[in-house]
């Protein structure tokens, strides 16, 4: 089954031992360094879970019949692929000519 990202959060505190610049994080959910990224992941998960997202976000695994969240990168590619085919539609307003170095 695939989690939440409230369940996401919940496994990050799990005890393990995370240390930046000298200073042991206590918790990475909420932790200025961590929590952009954290955030971001959780997003994907519940992402995952909602109708108009769940093709492009998920997949079910061959193997075991499990639904499972797509690799980050591969999420990138599909969203990136369909942000593409959107934006090749619109009018270039001033298309750059040349480039300086």
Do not use: K
Request: glycine share 4%; charged share 25%; aromatic share 4%.
């Amino acid at each position: 089954m695939l989690r939440t990202g409230a369940q996401y959060l919940d496994s990050l505190r799990d005890g393990r031992q995370i240390w930046i610049n000298g200073e042991r994080v206590a918790d990475v959910t909420t932790h200025p360094a961590f929590r952009p990224i954290v955030s971001l992941r959780a997003r994907l998960y519940d992402m995952a879970h909602e109708a108009q997202h769940a093709a492009a976000m998920s997949y079910v695994d061959a193997a075991s019949g499990e639904l499972r969240l797509l690799a980050p990168e591969r999420t990138h590619v599909t969203v990136s692929a369909a942000a593409t085919r959107d934006l090749s539609a619109a009018p270039c307003a001033r298309c750059p000519t040349r480039t300086r170095p």
